[in-house]
């Protein structure tokens, strides 16, 4: 199992193990040498979103990839799915991106892609994980004080606009009012210039970072905020990434939440009528509503779920040939344009659709029928196997039975927080709340803080 390595790379609160400088160290170290594996010397573009412990983390990173013998160069604040466009692009042996997505400030993580603009392979990150722990038996981290992060190079920024705009050629919005909010994150440094160019009225929220205020009441961890904000301005569509925008949720002219989900429909319906939908096959996840599933299916799409995590979305779309695919929370994948989910280049082509349709966001997902849904977070103290603990899978065996295939139970653990998911879908409200408490009880007795 992977000690340090979550779903979406090591994350913790900054300063704390493992964020704390040693092992940062030795994480730069050891990524270094694994690339310097493939017999050249490894070359590195780094990137990171708006919190304030970016820049020494960034500073001890590099040292620690200097050290072991890679050559690094920064494109400083800018998206995650940025980078990996850019170590693509320009041929660099990877990319890292410092952060904590959708967490709170006080957090922070590395992310790393490779040279092909994927993220790692679990083996692989096992094999780094294997050499930072035996790295972590010698190694002397330097001061932060005393180590300066690589100077920028803005030049990567307005490249990634460029491959932004070439994926969706032709966009122009007259006559369309946008609410863009930027979490008060690495959005920020792009969505201004960006949208800017697309012929439309656009209204930016949360894009003036301090350091602290990233995700902050704002973003796509709280996406009725941009919801009420595109309501009261009288806006066409609302946009809202989350603090390393690598994903995007969107609110229509009523002041409507819409989500990943109603994202893969439009989606799947616009690739299909331009015969790009590989195989009528759309990638969804375990937590992805079963409304989805069943208007794929009026439109002739089968959809196929994955776990958790846009890194195994992308890996059953391989295996299917898949041409679409993503997550409820806003990740999208759209493997003919980019490697990895990006919620600006989401945006762009939503955008492009309803341009092309000349219908608003509402109409073109009025006939999907959500089933309700509700997910409880229960912050644990550990993450044992939930199906050994026998109250917990208690629990699960009833609502699954009483549920009956008129309904779903999903119960996981988060892979970047200490924190137990339960969802429960069902034909009403009552019986969706009756067994989400039932559970999560179960779980608050076991394993609660």
């Known amino acids: 199992m992977r000690r340090l390595f979550g779903t979406d790379g090591i994350r913790a609160v900054a300063g704390e193990a493992p964020l704390d400088p040693r092992t940062i160290h030795a994480v730069g170290m050891a990524l270094a040498h694994q690339l310097k594996a493939n017999n050249h010397q490894p070359s590195i573009i780094l990137g990171m979103d708006t919190r304030e412990s970016g820049e020494w983390i960034a500073a001890v990173l590099t040292a620690g990839l200097t050290q072991g013998g890679a050559s690094v160069t920064s494109a400083g604040v800018i998206t995650t799915p940025a980078i990996a466009y850019l170590a693509r692009h320009h041929k660099f042996s990877a990319g890292v991106v410092i952060s904590a997505s959708h967490n709170p400030w006080h957090d922070n993580g590395i992310k790393v892609f490779g040279g092909d603009g994927y993220k790692l392979p679990d083996e692989t990150e096992l094999r780094i994980e294997d050499e930072i722990f035996r790295q972590l038996e010698s190694v002397t981290a330097p001061d932060p004080a005393k180590v300066a992060a690589p100077p920028v190079n803005d030049a990567f920024r307005a490249d990634y606009e460029k491959f932004l705009l070439a994926a969706v050629p032709g966009l122009c919005l007259e006559r369309l009012k946008i609410v863009v909010d930027c979490a008060n994150g690495a959005a920020s440094a792009i969505a201004p210039?960006?949208?800017?160019?697309l012929c439309c009225e656009t209204r930016l929220t949360h894009a003036a970072p301090d350091g602290r205020n990233i995700n902050a009441n704002c973003g796509a961890l709280h996406p009725s905020v941009v919801a009420a904000e595109t309501k009261a301005a009288g806006a066409h569509i609302g946009i809202t990434f989350d603090g390393d925008a690598d994903r995007a949720l969107f609110a229509d002219r009523h002041g409507n939440v819409v989500n990943g989900d109603a994202v893969l429909l439009l989606a799947a319906r616009a690739l299909k009528?331009?015969?790009?939908?590989?195989?009528?096959?759309?990638?969804?996840t375990t937590m992805s509503n079963m409304g989805l599933e069943a208007a794929l299916r009026r439109d002739a799409i089968r959809m196929l779920r994955a776990p958790v995590g846009d890194k195994y979305v992308l890996e059953m779309m391989q295996a299917n040939s898949a041409s679409l695919g993503g997550e409820q929370s806003g990740h999208i994948l759209f493997p003919h344009l980019a490697t990895t989910g990006d919620g600006l280049l989401?945006?762009?082509?939503?955008?492009?659709?309803?341009?092309?349709?000349?219908?608003?966001?509402?109409?073109l997902i009025a006939d999907l029928k959500v089933f309700?849904?509700?997910?409880?977070?229960?912050?644990?103290?550990?993450?044992?196997?939930?199906?050994?603990?026998?109250?917990?899978?208690?629990r699960i065996r009833e609502a699954d039975e009483a549920l009956n295939?008129?309904?779903?139970?999903v119960v996981r653990y988060s892979?970047?927080?200490?924190?137990?998911?339960?969802m429960i879908e069902a034909e009403s409200e009552e019986?969706?709340?009756?067994?989400?408490?039932?559970i999560a009880g179960a779980i608050r007795d076991a394993l609660g803080v």
């Open 273 to 284: 009528a331009d015969h790009l939908l590989n195989g009528d096959i759309v990638v969804a």
């Open 431 to 438: 019986t969706m709340r009756r067994h989400a408490d039932s």
């Open 415 to 422: 892979g970047t927080e200490p924190l137990a998911r339960v």
């Open 193 to 197: 210039e960006l949208f800017a160019g």
């Open 405 to 409: 295939g008129n309904g779903r139970v």
């Open 346 to 363: 989401t945006a762009l082509v939503v955008l492009g659709i309803l341009q092309r349709s000349g219908k608003p966001l509402d109409e």
């Open 372 to 394: 309700p849904q509700v997910i409880v977070n229960i912050r644990v103290k550990e993450k044992k196997p939930l199906d050994e603990i026998e109250s917990i899978a208690l």
